[in-house]
């Protein structure tokens, strides 16, 4: 419903949504049997969902609707119970089944549960010390002024941790947005140049949005849609047919916004929360019932009841600590040295230990001369004396004993992880009840950055190496990519088919059309030119394993015809003549296909060349004779290929030769 | 009312709430003014048989309130004035009323602890606490008006007066106002933080902290406001206040102190920097992700001003020189009670 431009001055205040769960899977060793859901992730020792209904009390808003999948109901449940009666209306809305913040909302759609502009909060983890009252007001102006403004996303006056960057107009509006692969690039074109476009990196998105109905609209129009993200580059990619504008809302510096993705933002956020830069949003004036008093040094000390809490400082920690979270009955050596982290209750710390940027759990012992430099360790656990890490993931009831393994990129848990629910991750054992967590495509669980294993790209595996490369090239102070050669999507095109093929390689019933229609989707999916498409489903193919084998290849190139048919001829004997131009160019692409891989690998490949090239026009009738002439031509003087073509490139003229002879 | 809990405890969860939901502290008066209303809602619901049990339930809610919120003095005072109004209401039953509890002689005569008046009427005692109560309200109401009413004993033509955050203060504000109502031609220099930005004001020239050293010379009259007031005269005033006290010492310039009663807390805090809670940085939020975690940068909310920087105290009754505070607080609370803090 589009506000009423006559009477702006009398806005019903928003409805703020809520999301209490992350639906990335990295979250799931320290979430799995132990805090459950993301939004009771404990942050200075108290849920961070607790801080955001903290923070929405200072706003306008009255109503709050909490989104949760069905695993935390009963978590839902501790919130509403917690927190329902500060708001005027709160309600908890269970979407069983959903795997991301589309589905959340399309269940929402579904259930008509929202008629009017609301905020958008789609991380339990999204802080802010703003009342957002000017946004707000601006968010209602624009929406008067254009109906078109959809959305205002809200950010923080801070460079962010991702490196990311996005491209903002003169007035606000958002023209520019990171590629689903690659958040610290950007393609600018000319024009945007024109139209001031203003490329920050120093801004970090918060997970805030006001957004206005159409938002919930374009999730449900869309069901593949699983995050925001999905719509700012649909309503952008889109903007001239949908006229639809994003505006962004850079906070002001007084003002703090954070929200955490991974685990380095998760600690940061600790970090900023135990130093107060989201006053009045302090760790101790959060949870009602609970005693937390500060001491100097950013020190928050918890008291299990409020008849022992004295009105005086008390020293527990080393002189050299600072920022720290205790909870109830903690022992902390006095020779141990903490920074920056939130220690749960009952756990123990001995002599001369060193813990930095750490989250610790309830009950969990730490040795002697211990040293930790960023990390997250489960209730429960146990640390041995003398053990040294930098970033390391422990989750519940881990028993740490001497580990020979490379413990980077990967998480320490008690149990096996349940590939069903959690296909992305691996484990394998390494002692008694200790298992080695690793994220499938071998990405780290660390950072976003250090491998994405995004909802909706769940059979995508992506190149590893390849993305190392592209971060050390987007920590150059340039991000914004001018090159159009060989970019992201068609590399992710390239991955996507080459998974489906092998998948499909291993079925015993291989039904092409299913394969077809999975490649158009990727093809959909990445926005990639029909050259490209011609070039790399052959160039998958050809990777695909067993392909070294020349009978094999052929057999199933045989096989598989149909594709080939499907992609680079019409079996429509009278074609347009436009039509024949594009397939013959799609040919070339396959042969151009045939070309780079002998590039790469000419020992192996070279003699094959020749022979696949003459299968693919005699046997399977796939190539024509046009093309492959047009190709050899084209083909650098000094090549070996071109050597090796020469036989066929003879042949076929001869061929040619002779039926043009008997045409005559 | 949420499932699980209590009416009583939902009060409190409603007050802390309300408290909480501010994005600037309310004034003290409003503050004082809700833990009343609450302890009034609270009497009423809560069903006690003695009123031993409903100072016990006092003090019981006094010292949550305090644990959830240490920083705010004036919930305990509030707290403990309700608990002598109770005692007091006892005593005028048993007709002992004229007793101070502070002459010496009262230990002696002391009376056993009140749980042995099973036969006192609650139902009466706390119909007459909730009037006194009532009266209680009227004058926290009528603080303002009778603090600005000293203004013109205080300030006369040609001063020169320093005051710190006009803005944060309606009672600084009409005190300042009351004067000039009755046209005393002063002048006023109000002084504002770094982090805040200026406002225009009719009657007041604004100048910055940095600024005081060069304009004290000028100044004959400093008006502080202040957040408690200790027993032994000292008192929490915001954050800055200090320096203008120092700088005013230095050039004898007289320092008062606007004290209305809610304020005096009657215990001594043994360490201060417990209660001086840190606000949120001056820093920019951009420096945030390179500094956190390693700078550490304070932002006190409050100085402590020691008792021989304040000249006077301007109270609702009257002006009281530091080392009277003392023999002031008798006037509002009981020596039992505050014995339990």
């Known amino acids: ?664 | 009312m949420t499932e699980g809990r209590t009416e009583v405890e939902d009060l409190k969860r409603n007050f802390v709430l309300a408290l909480r939901k501010n994005t600037k502290r309310p004034s003290s008066s409003t503050i004082s003014m809700n833990v009343i209303n609450f302890l009034r809602k609270i009497i009423l619901v809560e069903k006690v048989k003695t009123i031993a049990e409903l100072l016990a339930s006092l003090h019981n809610h006094a010292k949550f309130l305090s644990a959830v919120e240490p920083t705010e003095l004036i919930i305990i005072n509030i707290v403990l004035m309700t608990s002598k109004l109770a005692r007091d209401e006892l005593n005028k039953k048993n007709g002992n009323g004229n007793i101070r509890a502070y002459d010496s002689l009262f230990t002696l005569c002391k009376p056993s602890e009140p749980t042995d008046m099973k036969d006192t009427d609650m139902k009466k005692i706390k119909k007459d606490l909730i009037e006194s109560i009532r009266e209680l309200t009227i004058e926290i109401d009528s603080c303002r008006e009778s603090i600005s009413a000293q203004s013109s004993d205080l300030i006369f033509n040609q001063d020169v007066v320093m005051v710190y955050q006009l803005e944060t203060s309606k009672t600084l504000y009409s005190f300042l106002a009351k004067t000039r109502e009755a046209n005393r031609k002063y002048r006023v220099f109000n002084v504002i933080p770094e982090s805040k930005n200026e406002e225009l004001n009719d009657f007041t020239s604004s100048i910055r902290l940095h600024d005081v050293a060069s304009k004290i010379c000028e100044t004959t009259k400093v008006f502080l406001t202040c957040i408690a007031v200790f027993p032994d005269g000292s008192c929490l005033v915001p954050a800055g206040g200090q320096s203008i006290a120092l700088m005013a010492k230095r050039h004898s310039v007289p320092v008062y102190v606007l004290a209305p009663f809610y304020k005096i807390t009657p215990f001594f805090i043994p360490d201060p920097n417990a209660l001086n809670i840190s606000q949120r940085t001056n820093m920019p939020f951009e420096f945030s992700a390179k500094s956190a975690g390693n700078v550490e940068i304070l932002q006190p909310a409050f100085d402590l001003l020691d008792s021989q920087y304040i000249f006077q105290f301007v109270s609702n009754s009257s002006c009281i020189i530091p080392a009277h505070i003392n023999r002031l607080k008798e006037d509002y609370y009981h020596p039992e009670d505050i014995a339990l803090y």
């Open chain 1, 1 to 664: 419903m589009a506000p009423d431009p006559k009477k702006p001055a009398k806005e019903k205040p928003l409805t703020a949504i809520v999301l209490l769960d992350s639906f990335d899977q990295r979250f799931a060793p320290i979430l799995e049997k132990s805090y459950e859901c993301f939004g009771f992730i404990p942050l200075a020792n108290i849920p961070m969902i607790n801080y955001t209904m903290n923070w929405l009390l200072r706003t306008e808003i009255e109503s709050v609707m909490l989104v949760a999948t069905g695993k935390s109901q009963k978590y839902a449940k501790l919130v509403e119970n917690e927190w329902g009666s500060a708001f005027e209306e709160f309600s908890v809305v269970i979407c069983d089944g959903s795997s991301s913040l589309g589905d959340c909302l399309r269940e929402i759609h579904n259930r008509e549960l929202i008629t009017d502009n609301f905020l958008l909060i789609s991380n339990p983890s999204s802080l802010t010390s703003s009342t957002l009252s000017q946004q707000i007001r601006d968010f209602r102006k624009r929406r008067v002024e254009n109906a078109d403004n959809v959305m205002t996303l809200i950010y923080g006056g801070c460079e962010n941790r991702e490196k990311s960057v996005i491209g903002v107009n003169s007035d606000g509006k958002l023209v520019l947005y990171p590629a689903a692969t690659s958040s610290g690039l950007i393609k600018v074109d000319k024009v945007d140049f024109y139209q001031n476009a203003q490329i920050r990196r120093d801004v970090v998105n918060t997970g805030i949005a006001l957004c206005s109905r159409l938002i919930v609209t374009q999730f449900n129009d869309n069901f593949d849609f699983s995050t925001m993200e999905d719509v700012i580059r649909e309503l952008l990619s889109k903007d001239d047919i949908l006229g639809l504008n994003i505006h962004v809302d850079v906070l002001p510096q007084n003002e703090s916004a954070y929200m955490a993705k991974d685990y380095d933002t998760l600690l940061h956020l600790n970090t900023l929360l135990l130093e107060r830069w989201f006053y009045p949003l302090t760790p101790e004036r959060v949870e009602v019932s609970r005693f937390i008093s500060v001491c100097p040094r950013n020190i928050y000390l918890e008291e299990e009841d409020f008849l022992n809490t004295s009105m005086s400082s008390r020293i527990v920690l080393s002189d050299a600590s600072v920022n720290v979270s205790l909870g109830i009955h903690t022992k902390i050596s006095k020779t141990a040295r903490i920074y920056n982290s939130s220690i749960g209750s009952n756990s123990e710390i001995a002599e001369n230990t060193t813990i930095s940027n750490c989250i610790i759990g309830k009950n969990v012992k730490i040795g002697k001369n211990v040293e930790i430099f960023g990390g997250f360790i489960g209730d429960n656990s146990v640390i041995l004396d003398n053990s040294k890490f930098p970033e390391i993931i422990i989750g519940n009831g881990v028993k740490m004993a001497e580990i020979g393994e490379n413990l980077e990129n990967s998480a320490i848990c008690s149990w096996q992880v349940d590939e069903d629910e959690f296909e992305k991750i691996v484990a394998q054992k390494i002692g008694e009840e200790l298992y080695l967590w690793q994220l499938r495509n071998g990405g780290g669980f660390w950072k976003i950055s250090q491998g994405k294993i995004g909802i909706n790209m769940s059979n995508v595996e992506e190149n590893e190496e390849e993305d190392e490369d592209f971060e050390e090239g987007s920590d150059e102070d340039f991000d914004v990519d001018f090159d159009d050669g060989f970019d992201d999507s068609t590399r992710q095109f390239y991955d996507e088919v080459f998974e489906s093929m092998k998948g499909m390689q291993s079925m015993a019933n291989q039904q092409m059309n299913n394969l077809i229609l999975e490649i158009n989707s990727s093809k959909l999916a990445c926005n990639v030119s029909v050259d490209d498409v011609a070039k790399n489903v052959f160039a998958a193919f050809l990777a695909l394993p067993g392909m070294e084998d020349l009978k094999e290849l052929l057999v199933l190139i045989k096989k598989w015809r149909p594709l080939f048919i499907n992609y680079y001829k019409s079996s429509d004997s009278n074609a347009t003549a436009r039509k024949l131009e594009m397939e013959r160019k799609c040919q070339i692409q396959m042969l151009m296909a045939i070309e780079e891989k002998f590039d790469k690998e000419s020992a192996n490949f070279g003699p094959k060349c020749a022979k696949i090239v003459h299968f693919l026009y005699n046997d399977a009738d796939v190539l024509d004779e046009e093309a492959i002439l047009e190709w050899a031509g084209s083909i650098d003087s000094g090549s070996k290929l071109r050597e090796l073509m020469e036989p066929i490139v003879k042949w076929l003229q001869e061929d040619d030769e002779d039926e043009e002879e008997e045409e005559d």
